[in-house]
């Protein structure tokens, strides 16, 4: 992964184009293949002039990632008014001069957006205008690297079998005493992280993300989640952990939940013009995971915007970014938001390391002196038709009540599958109510206007639970499945590594791995 | 079809030679939008217009294209040449219109065969 920014100053013609050419270059030493690259080129010499032709400056930030280009150009100029009029191939504000130079045709947006395989242009009067691309560095990026936000450190598996028990989705098999996630299966809630006392189980490492000189962690902007400030005992109160991070260099410190929040908001005014209710929000990225992949019939009832981690990437702004990702869903919403070379993404672990030596032991308790501003834990949820709820086995029994029409009574479902939302996360070692209370005593809150997105893409089932493309090799498949569990013993033990006699019976199946057989099965019967 | 006989058909003078005068070129396109010349330009593309202004050779660079004419015997902006000889771009100046130089560079690509574009 690389991560690059070339700045492009606004109405210079003479050096115009400088940005693209140094891409090239990179592009070059990569070894893009000539067709994407030209792709590539388009799309970055047509945001480069609409800099210089209308901005006064602007940045081409770019990140490379295993399959996939990013692109963004920010600029600081007059902002588009109307999107739309500025998509139509044709329109152009451009100057005489410009067009007396062969530009301002009216074709640079659309022609970005032909040549990207993702494109998205945002614009504000008077402030300035973002346009961000996407182009798969091969025909389509591969399955298997969409789930990516469970990292596992096999050495460390004992082979205690807790995970297997604990996983909502019977993604996890132990085979030779090492722990296989089933990607297709993984819903990246943190349930095997959560029982996994050994630490197999993380959230990837993001040093090897960012080359060596950026793991400095310059960014103006730190996203966190609130929780990362109460991880530091009784002795180390929010404010100093604050403090801390600031002297990293971070300028501006935001938390997630302030998006949050004004989800929940915009979420109760969507449900109760919906007729189909609940509606669920979608709060916690690994609960909208489970239901796109185990209940695909609720995804209609999802309400159409982003998560919060995804709204607080889209929030406007020119200046270089740094997110600490709660779990592996966040982790992986980051790694396909399209970030660009704006951004870095960092592990919770590796900021926890780095801000260690900056803290300092304030005197007397840490809620002392905030007393006053002292808030209960949580105030008492006064809309009954909003029903919260956190933990995993929760949410799934939870939604498979929804999905038998019994929860109609509620209008909207907060579910998250962390306990206590993201104070939750064992990602984090304090406990979720612990942590809670030290930030509402820490008087830190405060009310910042946010804004929260529609859902870019609509929320889609997941074919991972397919047991084959075709439908009727599945339904040949199922049955195989089922008459083969019925020669086990049933008793779900996980000796053989999959978490119960079915699973068992579809890793055979399926043959997700050689020589795979019970342990116990009886004499003759032997699969 | 080597360059130097494109060159040759419309009685082009060469301004800057590059270092590929020999290049194969496999087609032409004409245009005086930046846009369409940048979307349009190729490794074996001829790019025929009648700007004159230093981001052609730009273009042709980020594009890999090998020449640029300018048409009407447009004359260059100094920087142009200077970026054209820096990323070894050919560029060729013919004093015809574009729509004569078009003909006869469309007849030397495809003789009389109109249909071929």
Not at chain 1, 68 to 88: H, Q, S
Not at chain 1, 155 to 166: D, H, M, S, V
Not at chain 1, 167 to 186: E, F, G, I
Not at chain 1, 284 to 307: G, K, T
Request: hydrophobic share 40%.
């Amino acid at each position: 992964m690389t991560n690059s920014c070339y700045p492009i100053a606004g109405g210079k013609f003479e050096n115009a184009g400088s940005a693209s050419r140094r891409l090239k270059e990179q592009l070059k030493q990569i070894g893009v293949d000539g067709r994407i690259m030209r792709r590539i080129m388009i799309a970055a010499y047509e945001a480069e002039m609409n800099v210089v032709i209308h901005a006064c400056k602007g940045n081409l930030w770019v990140r490379f990632d295993r399959d996939r280009f990013n692109m963004e150009v920010i600029d600081e100029g007059p902002g588009i008014a109307d999107l739309e009029l500025a998509m139509k191939p044709g329109f152009s504000t451009a100057s005489a001069e410009a067009k007396q130079l062969g530009f301002g045709a009216g074709m640079g947006l659309p022609n970005i957006k032909k040549a990207s395989d993702l494109f998205e242009v945002d614009s504000h009067v008077g402030k300035g205008t973002r346009v961000r691309s996407t182009i798969y560095l091969k025909n389509q990026p591969a399955e298997q690297s969409f789930r990516r936000g469970l990292a596992v450190e096999e050495e460390r598996c004992t082979g205690c079998l807790e995970c297997l028990k604990a996983c909502p989705t019977r993604a996890l098999r132990v085979w030779n005493q090492r722990p296989h996630v089933l990607s297709s299966l993984c819903i990246e809630c943190t349930a095997c992280i959560e029982v996994c006392r050994w630490g197999a189980f993380k959230i990837p490492d993001t040093s090897s993300s960012n080359p060596p000189e950026q793991t400095a962690m310059e960014a103006h902007t730190l996203v966190i989640p609130r929780a990362f400030l109460t991880q530091f005992g009784s002795k180390i109160p929010p404010r100093a952990v604050l403090a801390a991070l600031r002297s990293l260099g971070f300028k501006d410190v935001r938390y997630t939940e302030e998006w949050e929040k004004e989800l929940r908001r915009i979420v109760r005014c969507y449900a109760a013009q919906q007729e189909q209710q609940p509606v669920i929000s979608p709060i916690c990225p690994a609960a909208i995971n489970l239901i796109e992949s185990q209940f695909p019939s609720l995804i209609p009832q999802i309400a159409p915007f982003v998560s919060p981690i995804e709204a607080a990437v889209e929030a406007w702004s020119t200046e270089t970014a740094a997110f600490v990702s709660a779990c592996p869903s966040q982790h992986t919403l980051l790694e396909h938001s399209g970030l660009s070379g704006r951004f870095r993404i960092l592990n919770p672990a590796d900021l926890s390391a780095r801000i260690f030596p900056q803290l300092r032991i304030e005197a007397g308790t840490p809620c002392s002196n905030q007393k006053r501003n002292a808030r209960p834990v949580r105030s008492k949820n006064q809309n009954h038709g909003v029903l919260e709820a956190w933990g995993v086995k929760n949410v799934v029994e939870i939604l498979e009540k929804a999905e038998g029409g019994l929860a109609g009574d509620f209008q909207v479902l907060e579910l998250s599958c962390c306990e206590n939302g993201c104070y939750g996360t064992p990602v984090f070692d304090e406990n979720p109510f612990m942590a809670e209370q030290r930030w509402s005593a820490s008087g830190l809150e405060r009310c910042r206007a946010v804004s929260v997105m529609s859902a870019k893409r609509p929320y889609l089932a997941r074919t991972g639970m397919r047991l084959d493309p075709d439908m009727g090799k599945a339904i040949e498949k199922l049955a195989l499945i089922e008459e083969l569990t019925t020669s086990l013993p049933g008793r779900d033990c996980g000796a053989c590594g999959a978490p119960s006699c079915s699973s068992l019976a579809e890793d055979i199946v399926l043959e997700r791995r050689p020589s795979l057989e019970c342990p116990f099965a009886p004499e003759g019967k032997d699969p | 079809m080597k360059l130097e006989e494109l060159v040759e058909a419309i009685d082009a003078r060469v301004l800057q030679p590059g270092g590929r005068r020999t290049t194969e070129i496999a087609r032409v396109f004409a245009g005086d939008k930046m846009s369409a010349l940048l979307e349009q330009a190729g490794p074996q593309t001829m790019l025929v217009t009648s700007l004159a202004n230093s981001q052609l050779a730009c273009v042709a660079e980020i594009m890999d294209c090998p020449v640029l004419c300018l048409v009407d015997g447009a004359e260059p902006d100094p920087n142009l040449l200077e970026a054209a000889a820096r990323c070894e771009t050919v560029v060729v100046v013919s004093a015809l219109d574009m729509f004569e130089a078009c003909g006869r560079l469309h007849r030397r690509l495809y003789g009389d065969d109109f249909q071929r574009s």
